[in-house]
């Protein structure tokens, strides 16, 4: 089943505001009105411009907040991302919870889009995992997308994924082939995935009918060209595992169709960003 709806946004600010902003209510006058920009120090690939905007009307409604890059453009240091418009109170009350969420994600689509232009001329998809931060996934994957890179299953609900914990529970290969042959009668628009961990087990997948992606996890580049060589009709192969910038484009020149990376959303730096008031009536 799908998790109830959650906001994040609305956690976070009652997370930093909780009950009220004791400095900015005390020394920043209430009428005042004054304009920020927030910009990017440090060279980066623009992701969750909608979040910030949801931040800032969720603070304060009357806002008026202009994007001035968007999700996937790539920015400089000294860029202007978003300029917003209001009460000074209200921006101030907002800055870092929308701070927060902007570098965070703007750091996954910088990082997602490394890997991307890593991967040069292949062909090959880089996508991402569910090793995202809880209560976050919606936003990070959406990062993924930002930079580039494509989105694996969203969570246990939307795809079959087999991994070795799963295979133990069959007795012999024959009882997971009908258990198999038995799911995609029963959902037969529900993508089957399995993880092989070895080129034999590669070579009892490709005769099982039903699956259509196979999972070679922590393979070297010889054993996945091997695993690919094994093709048959329409199965897909994805490589994971042990996935850097280093490696990638020698995993990519496989002929593999995906590659999974974790770190694009577990391991990515936050980018530098700030805002900065730019007017401040007299």
Do not use: W
Not at 40 to 50: D, M, N, P, S, Y
Not at 71 to 76: L, S
Not at 164 to 182: M, P, V
Request: glycine residues 8%; charged residues 25%; contains cysteine.
């Amino acid at each position: 089943m799908k998790p109830d709806r959650y906001d994040p946004i609305a956690a976070a600010l009652k997370e930093d505001i909780g009950a009220g902003d004791i400095t900015t209510d005390f020394f920043v006058p209430e009428t005042l009105h004054t304009s920020g920009r927030i910009i990017a120090r440090e060279k980066a690939i623009v992701a969750g411009t909608g979040v910030v905007a949801k931040v800032f009307r969720q603070v304060d409604p009357s806002l008026d907040i202009h994007n001035l890059r968007h999700d996937g453009e790539e920015v400089a240091a000294g860029d202007t991302i978003i300029e917003v418009r209001g009460l000074a109170r209200s921006i101030l009350k907002g800055e870092r919870v929308a701070l927060n969420f902007l570098q965070r994600l703007c750091g996954i689509a910088t990082l997602t889009r490394q890997f991307v232009d890593a991967v040069g001329n292949h062909a090959t998809k880089i996508v991402d995992t569910r090793k995202t931060t809880p209560g976050l996934r919606t936003l990070e994957k959406a990062a993924v997308l930002a930079g580039g890179g494509g989105n694996h299953r969203f969570g246990l609900y939307d795809m079959v994924l087999v991994k070795d914990n799963h295979l133990a529970t069959f007795e012999g290969l024959s009882a997971f082939a009908e258990r198999i042959k038995q799911f995609r009668q029963e959902r037969p628009n529900i993508r089957i995935e399995v993880e092989a961990e070895d080129l034999e087990q590669v070579r009892a997948f490709v005769e099982i009918e039903g699956i259509d992606v196979i999972l070679l996890d922590n393979m070297t580049p010889t054993q996945i060209r091997e695993a690919v060589a094994l093709r048959k009709d329409n199965i897909q192969f994805e490589a994971s595992g042990g996935i850097t910038l280093r490696n990638v484009n020698r995993m990519a020149a496989t002929g593999v169709d995906y590659i999974s990376v974790g770190s694009l959303t577990h391991g990515a730096r936050a980018i530098d960003i700030g805002l900065e008031m730019t007017h401040v009536p007299s």
